[in-house]
């Protein structure tokens, strides 16, 4: 008799990120049969779900509180992450304010358009940048019991370049590739980016949450 499925809800509506953070719990280029139980949905099927306030002044305080507050709300594992764009000449900016650092939540147009204006003056050897994620999973009574983070250096380019991804992805050039992550294949961005790093570090040991039955 196969395993039961497991239920978690990833603590998300956009679409587009929804389906890079399932694949990247369960990567097909890394099989695993007690992750490749976990039954993913997004908060798409939720629609009673209000939205959290994401007013942590850190990626891993925002995580934790949409994990946290959705878990319990819902009473189902909820994984989260918060993620976003510091530029170097900006200070670190826009950081947590990067879904809306132009005024409206999800306007990528806006916001890329801001980040080019601030930087139209700064030469190309001072555009380093980095994304950032962080991860958390809560239980279903709103405990974090689980966290990770990663990281990815590149350069802010001085127009979009690609139409893949999504937010500042046709921004962030990667030097060694010579292309954005906009330019890049999923399967060569699911190697590189910053949530590929986090999800790397949380992949083990979600897989032995699941072994020890904590999850599931």
């Known amino acids: 008799m196969p395993d ?20 990247l719990i369960a990567p097909p280029w890394e099989p695993n049969p007690r992750l ?16 959290v306030d994401e007013d942590a002044d850190t990626f891993a305080g925002n995580a934790r509180k949409k994990a946290s507050e959705t878990a319990r709300v819902l009473g189902r594992w909820v994984l989260a992450d918060d993620s976003g764009l510091a530029v170097d000449a900006l200070d670190g900016a826009p950081g947590v304010f990067s879904a809306r650092f132009a005024g409206t939540h999800g306007d990528d147009e806006a ?12 030469p190309d050897e001072r555009r380093g940048a980095a994304f950032v994620c962080a991860l958390a999973l809560a ?15 590149g350069r802010i380019t001085r127009e979009r370049r690609g139409p893949g991804g999504f937010g500042y992805d046709p921004l962030f050039l990667i030097p060694e ?14 190697q590189l980016s910053h949530r590929a790093r986090a999800f790397a570090h949380l992949r083990p040991e979600l897989d032995r949450l699941i072994a020890l039955g904590v999850v599931g």
């Open 4 to 23: 039961a499925a497991i239920p978690l809800i990833l603590g998300t509506r956009n679409r587009k990120k929804g389906g890079e953070l399932a694949e």
């Open 111 to 122: 916001n890329n358009r801001k980040v080019l204006e601030l930087l139209a003056s700064v």
């Open 36 to 51: 490749a139980r976990l039954a993913v949905q997004t908060l798409d099927a939720f629609p009673e779900m209000p939205e």
């Open 139 to 153: 239980d279903p009574e709103g405990n974090i019991r689980l966290e990770a983070a990663g990281a990815c250096r």
């Open 177 to 190: 590739y010579h292309r954005t992550f906009g330019e890049l294949s999923p399967l060569v961005k699911h």
